[in-house]
């Protein structure tokens, strides 16, 4: 279409009503912001993906024949920059969030729709500073970027990449701001707190950390390239500094980062599994309130990755003690969860197939949390295998299990096509698979000993390693896949033509179209009845007022 | 008087004078680093506090929170109480490291 202006014969929706590459770029539609973040976030997995290929490949043998350890390091600082800061950390909120948070509580947009696409722009220059550190040789400091190391002796273009990741935190903060003034001030009439849908109360709770931490981490990194830059003392005990500092400061942000990567998820999970197995979630506000503890407290915990770090012993026994309680709002989810299935009528459609794995995969990596946050074991198991196991386990078992299962279930309103139901079960099932079969051997390295961050490794470690690498071509295959059915999809993929596909319930369910149109709702909608109403499966959670509002009480909870 | 507005519009002499202000305090800080034989901790006491009055007005009158209602003036709070607390836990391993178990406790 050559106009900027809609003259087609299809309803306008906010795919199609202006077509022109300005009309994108230049949008203040949170649904396009979202695409926006959507193209640029899979590109940067899967250069994130390649970089993790290169370290599976090296560690298929124990010598590591295929990298040297040089690029070895800059190989997995490569794929943690690229997957924390430029992935997980948006993914879920800068697009579903973004995407569903006005639908869901009934608004036409956020409350900044110019500082949300500020959010993307910044978020490109940060990506674009880090990919140019990247290609002009690579750093190897670990995403990490500990000190002394990054700021008195690595080589290579740190500064820039750490600029880069400021901005990208800037980006994050953006979202975060928006966020929480839309989910304050923009309800539809009768949206209570209380009516909120799980997905927004993990939202707003991601956003507080986004707020609060994420300027903490960008002004650290910044000083890390100060002192680089013009050796000003900080970190550099030479210079007067202390490189523990940075651990401090770095992990004040970082360890709440890693629910900025999991409450989203959550959200998602929560809206899935009720959907598909029909019923109200159970314990809702204990679910809610969960989201904002685990928020609050997640904050108390960083020195857990200090513990060997020379931190005071009292230290670590008070943040020992705050991680074990940081655990117990993770597990009321779960608990929660498990009742929300049980005995309801489970459909085993895509989106549940991951909403599935991320259950069992997030227990296992919460659970192994604990055993980190015990000092005793701690001593045994930090830098090793064991970590990043751990870690694997959450972020990738938990966090993108929760993108996919988010992905897969609102494919049908973002696009308006249905993805291929059967190649969909199948990429579920080989991500399972594959994703065990990498990251289970790594506990019981890990266990043994093997250290992280080594290129080579004794040969009594080569059978588990191979696994590992084994599998992560299955987990490499099963990301593939989606990457490839889902494109082919936006113009093969079964028109979808009524407006819930999986008879969910929630306002974004409830629009007028499969694609909403570019403003969202027509009139702003009322609503009448609690989240996740499945008891009452005729009756919509909103209406829209015509041709007079009717307030219809509902009971809550 | 330009604060008492209860509108939305601020007259600039509001932010000429928030500029006055901080340009006058880094005068001050800078002058204050030049007193010969200030012990160390005044110093950054003295610092410091100079930093919190500035910054208190850039956040009152820049940032409007003098003009803001109640939840404005409670999400500008949690974040100074956040910084507090990232103080508080971070000093805390400082203060404690050197303390012993029990005497005689190896290095
Ligand atoms: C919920 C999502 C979680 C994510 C995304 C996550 C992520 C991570 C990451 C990335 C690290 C490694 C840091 C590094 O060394 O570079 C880590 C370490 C750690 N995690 Fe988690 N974690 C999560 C949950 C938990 C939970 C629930 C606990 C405990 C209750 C926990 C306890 C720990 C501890 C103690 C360490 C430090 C290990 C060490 O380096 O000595 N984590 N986690
Ligand atoms: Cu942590």
Redesign the interface.
């Known amino acids: 279409m050559a106009t900027a202006t809609y003259t087609g014969t299809e309803k306008p929706n906010y795919l199609n009503w202006k077509t022109t590459v300005a009309s994108w770029l230049l949008t203040y539609d949170h649904k396009r912001i979202a695409i926006l973040y959507l193209v640029s976030i899979s590109i940067f997995f899967l250069l994130g993906g390649l970089a993790a290929a290169f370290i599976r490949l090296d560690l298929a043998t124990p010598k590591g024949d295929l990298l040297t350890s040089d690029i070895y390091n800059k190989m997995f600082t490569t794929h943690g920059v690229i997957m924390i800061f430029l992935f997980l950390i948006p993914s879920i909120p800068a697009v579903f969030g973004n995407f569903l948070l006005p639908l869901m509580i009934g608004a036409r947009d956020v409350a900044f729709p110019r500082l949300n696409l500020l959010s993307w722009y910044f978020f490109m220059a940060g990506a674009l500073l880090v990919l140019i550190a990247l290609f002009r040789g690579g750093i190897d400091t670990g995403w990490t970027f500990y000190t002394p190391y990054s700021s008195s002796f690595a080589k290579g273009e740190v500064s820039l990449a750490i600029v880069g990741v400021f901005l990208a935190g800037f980006a994050s903060i953006f979202t975060g701001i928006n966020f929480?003034v839309t989910i304050?001030k923009m309800r539809a009439p009768g949206m209570t707190w209380f009516r909120l849908p799980l997905f927004v109360w993990a939202m707003y709770a991601t956003s507080l950390i986004q707020v609060?931490?994420t300027p903490?981490v960008a002004i650290t990194l910044l000083l890390v390239a100060v002192e680089r830059t013009f050796r000003i003392g900080i970190f550099d005990p030479n210079l007067g500094g202390d490189p523990?500092?940075y651990q401090?400061?770095f992990w004040?942000y970082s360890h709440p980062a890693v629910y900025i990567m999991i409450l989203p998820a959550m959200g998602v999970i929560s809206e899935v599994l009720s959907a598909f197995s029909k019923r109200r979630v159970f314990g809702y506000h204990f679910v809610a309130f969960s989201s904002l503890a685990i928020a609050i407290i997640g904050?108390?915990v960083?020195?857990h990755h200090m513990f060997s770090t020379?931190?005071?012993?009292?230290?670590g026994i008070?943040?020992s003690f705050l991680t074990w309680i940081v655990a117990i709002p993770s597990a009321i989810k779960i608990f929660n969860w498990m009742a929300t299935i049980w005995k309801g009528r489970v459909h085993w459609d895509t989106p549940m197939l991951y909403a599935l794995g991320f259950m069992g995969l997030f227990v296992i990596g919460g659970l192994t949390g604990l055993h980190l946050a015990a000092m005793a074991t701690n001593v045994h198991l930090t830098d090793t295998y064991f970590i990043v196991a751990h870690f694997h386990y959450v972020m990738v078992g938990g966090a993108i299990m929760g993108y996919l299962a988010a992905l897969h279930f609102w494919w049908p309103k973002m696009t308006g096509r249905m993805y291929p139901e059967g190649w969909g079960k199948l990429a579920a099932m080989l991500v399972f698979v594959g994703f065990n079969l990498t990251f289970f051997p790594q506990f019981i390295l890990g266990y043994m000993g093997m250290p992280r961050r080594y290129h080579s490794y004794p040969e009594e470690w080569a059978v588990l390693n191979v696994l590992s690498t084994a599998g992560s071509s299955v987990l490499g295959f099963g990301y593939l896949l989606p990457v490839i059915y889902l494109t082919w999809s936006l113009k093969y993929g079964k028109v979808v033509t009524e407006r819930n596909p999986w008879g969910a319930r929630g306002l974004e369910w409830e629009l007028v179209d499969p694609v909403p149109d570019p403003h969202n709702f027509e009139r702003i909608p009322i609503v009448t009845r609690p989240a996740y109403d499945y008891a009452h499966p005729e009756e919509p959670t909103g209406f829209v007022p015509k041709p007079r509002p009717v307030v219809v009480g509902g009971k809550d909870g | 008087m330009a604060g008492h507005s209860e509108s939305h519009v601020h007259p600039v002499s509001l932010y000429t004078r928030t500029l006055w202000w901080l340009m006058a305090l880094l005068v001050l800080t800078v002058a204050a680093g030049f007193i010969p034989n200030v012990p160390n901790w005044l110093g950054v006491v003295i610092a410091l506090t100079i930093a919190v009055w500035k910054a208190t007005i850039v956040i009152m009158n820049f940032m409007h929170v003098r003009f803001s209602g109640k939840l404005a003036w409670l999400f500008a709070g949690a974040g100074f109480f956040w910084l507090l607390i990232m103080l508080a836990f971070a000093f805390a391993d400082y203060v404690s490291r050197p303390w012993e178990p029990f005497h005689g406790w190896p290095e």
């Not at chain 1, 020379?310 to 230290?315: F, H, K, T």
């Open positions: 929480l304050h609060l931490g903490v523990i500092l401090h400061l004040f904050f108390l960083w020195g020379g931190q005071s012993m009292y230290a008070v943040f």
